[in-house]
T-cell receptor
Framework: AQSVAQPEDQVNVAEGNPLTVKCTYS??????LFWYVQYPNRGLQFLLK??????LVKGSYGFEAEFNKSQTSFHLKKPSALVSDSALYFC?????????????FGKGTKLSVIP | DSGVTQTPKHLITATGQRVTLRCSPR?????VYWYQQSLDQGLQFLIQ???????AKGNILERFSAQQFPDLHSELNLSSLELGDSALYFC?????????????FGEGSRLTVL
């Protein structure tokens, strides 16, 4: 079985400061890892993914994530937070050899960027 | 805009009733996934269809059923509704060649059971 842990229910950061949203995963075999963002009353929007290759993945809106196999982590980062980044962030995983593309999501981390 | 369309956006009904949620995937996508989002359970995978056939099953209750039609749209049927079924139901699609598995989500259908 695969699982995702997002240890922080909420992260607060001042505008202009760097932000990190943490994610650790458990999966059999090689992982495919994803970050999604959800704004209030909206669906989930894809931010970035790690499939293979470079451990540092760049995505939409200036976000990036670092894959660390030894720590089974895939933390989301941004060098300078914006108030508009305030939203709910979900990390997700699936096994690379899985027949289905269904993703297992973490419980989400609410990011609040304070002006 | 993800290209995935869900209707209705909001639905209020009573316990014991039955509702149908509809999803149209992105053009060209063969797979449809249904997820339930609630405050206490987070995002739970319910079921996946691929080109009309059931591909994977998650935490879907026996009172719930789904199907995918020849035109690839999908419907999620929820029956004998209980208060605890109140949630946001998302449909997602995937399957275009060259995309390694990210799902594209609709805006969701918010179900309130009174």
């Amino acid at each position: 079985a695969q699982s995702v842990a997002q240890p922080e229910d909420q992260v607060n950061v001042a505008e202009g400061n760097p932000l990190t949203v943490k994610c650790t995963y458990s999966v059999s075999g090689n992982p495919y890892l994803f970050w999604y963002v959800q704004y209030p009353n909206r669906g989930l929007q894809f931010l970035l993914k790690y499939i293979t290759g470079d451990n540092l993945v760049k995505g939409s809106y200036g976000f990036e994530a670092e894959f660390n196999k030894s720590q089974t982590s895939f933390h989301l980062k941004k060098p300078s937070a914006l108030v508009s980044d305030s939203a709910l962030y979900f990390c997700a995983v699936r096994a690379s050899g899985a027949g289905s593309y269904q993703l297992t999501f973490g419980k989400g981390t609410k990011l609040s960027v304070i002006p | 805009d993800s290209g995935v369309t869900q209707t209705p956006k909001h639905l209020i009904t009573a316990t014991g009733q039955r509702v149908t949620l509809r999803c149209s995937p992105r053009s060209g996508d063969l797979s449809v996934y249904w997820y339930q989002q609630s405050l206490d359970q987070g995002l739970q995978f319910l079921i996946q269809y691929y080109n009309g056939e059931e591909r994977a099953k998650g935490n879907i209750l026996e009172r719930f059923s789904a199907q995918q039609f020849p035109d690839l749209h999908s419907e999620l049927n929820l029956s004998s509704l209980e208060l605890g079924d109140s949630a946001l139901y998302f449909c997602a699609s995937s399957g275009r060649r060259g995309q390694a598995g990210e799902l594209f989500f609709g805006e969701g259908s918010r179900l309130t059971v009174l």
